[in-house]
């Protein structure tokens, strides 16, 4: 063998060896979280689950199919799949159509279930009436809100994600000073920072759970904008461009004496962070420093008090209480709209659980990732306040969106 | 008054003439739509149609939120509102919940619906079910399909969206050879091609129907990445750069000798056009040049033979005679997984009826807008072809998609 074909050999070895360490690694994590639905079936006392949502296929199996998942109470998942016809995975069955599926479990010795578990959460009414009649009409348990339980709690894999993501995030926050230039609206610079987001890695579309959360790579409010209220379940609202995506800037010039809140997706892995940092244009006047000082106080004091075990409804006390105590209420999450609210869970899609509300009756656990944003909108100038992705450790909260928090001045 | 005064004045009943021109076109537009919409509810002996999906909203209101629009057989159609709280429409009833409904139709004099349609086809399960309890549990009669087939035959205006759309998206495919350089990736590319979308006024994202449907402003398929078979309902797939979003470009390098398609969004408007266009890298093999005329071919012929009343299989059918004349069936709408498939209608949606297949039972109409796709895909090249979209007319097609059709040299 000559010396080049040594060092290509050599080369292709090791990424040999790499593939089949992450390929590994990536079965042991699905591995993990089939056991944990296998789990939930067994608690349901359900037959099986169907999984067709891309974000639970992705979950459990690292890839997804135009098909149906279906997971039993033990053993291995079958994967009944539409297309595409390609995929390397002994675990596959090809199908055209739901009503196949009966034939396919016949052969393999497998019984049709008598009760399913769904995800009635989101898949349409039509497409599951269709499968329960395709499947002799077992009794159906919806599974959505369970599994987006047990992903609340992310694995060691998954968190590191989370803070590659919030690294990369970073990086192109860092960049929008040099992006900014006189005479520029919400929007232009908004597209220059699209751009980077996708240079730097961004997919794109990122992923959200319900009905009412369209987005485009996210959120940038510039002056009076931040007070428009929006049909979306989003902290804040924003007019838009369009009347089928009002939402987000809307071509606000960037004068002096305004504020931008840029609260972009941190979608550079499949799990996300989430982060908002706040600028001036030119100067602002002190309500607008001191708002966004709250904010950073906010998230300052959530960060030293909170770890796993505190209750979620505790850290918007903790929140509304120093709002108040510096009289700024009218501002706090909106103004004619506000929103009670200070933060969410944050993972594969951008609005996991826990929710971070007065009424919640959820506990922070070990593992759990959850971005808190503490923010407030003023009349005349515009939004302020950042947002922190954390993870919750037994001890603590570990920031992972290190980036600068005070208001910069473009 | 002043001279600056009285021009601004006049330039003010100016803004508000048109604005109220406007506001007039569009409640034509939208009470039209709405008289469709009851003929279909009369037509179904349904006592009213609940609609909740951004599109059909938009369709039937011009604005969309969170809620419930509620058309009965005749009469104005009720507004059930969650967020935002400020839509100056007195048809709106504000709710927090749908379990509020009853009472508003109460107070209103109205009963609860014995017979209800509803958006079956995209609600979820559990909404859905929801919904049904809070209503006094009516019968449930699917509407997306028909509602879908009522948007297929578009109104002057909304034939007068797509050419604008497609106008801009002509724009913008022009400048992809100022955009290129050597040296660059599919990815590279596309994401300079995003950016100039968004500065022609791209809303971003874009509706599609269905579960299948995920995609990020459109695609670019570079050499053998056309090939790959993807789990989404496109003609063509590509293998992307996420395992959560597996279509589109995957970071191919833009080398001599391999095509280049380009087949990103016409959503300048909220009706759209649909366009691809296809580019050579340096020089190709003659099979390309002779691919791609042959897609130019069947497009040319489909517009000249094609009009209202015309078979949408015929339109499959001449493009199959015409592959099988000239002996390009392996590449034609791909290789290892072809689609049987010629392309589809175009509205507020990517895919609306009718669809050009073999099978398709449905017959042209005046006023549908069509996107006809014939494509090829060459191993060790990539995919040729063209995309135009036409609009039906009593005795002719009407191309709207005016751009260059040649393979272009980069």
Redesign the interface.
Known sequence: MDSRRCLRSKRMSYIWCIHSVMNNLLKKETDSRVRKLQQTIIDARADACII?S??NQ?WLC?????GYLMVFPDGEPMLFVK????IPDERVKMIRKPEQIPDRLHDAGMPLPARLM?E??????????RLQAALGMPE?I?V?GELRRIRAVKSVYELNQIRESAAIHTQVYGLIPSLYHEGMTD??LQ??V??QM??H?S???F?SYG??M????GSMLAGDNAQA?????YAL?GK???????QGANGTPLVSGITLMVDMAGNYR?WMDDMTRSFVITQAPDIAWQAHQLSIDIAGTIEQTSKAGTCCADLYHIAEEMVKERGLQPYFMGT??QAKFIGHGVG?EINEPPVLTPRSKEILETGMAIAVEPKFVLPGIGAVGIENTYIVHENELEKVTLCEEELIIL
């Open positions: 067709t891309a974000v992705y690292g890839f997804i199919f135009d297309h595409p016809s390609d769904t009635s959460g989101v898949l349409p009414y039509n497409s599951l009436l159906i919806n959505s929007l232009e597209i220059e699209e751009r996708r240079l890695g997919v794109g579309i992923r009905e009412n369209d987005i485009f790579m209220a929006s049909p979306f379940d609202g838009g461009i369009s009347p089928l995506l009002p499949p004619a709209q594969l």
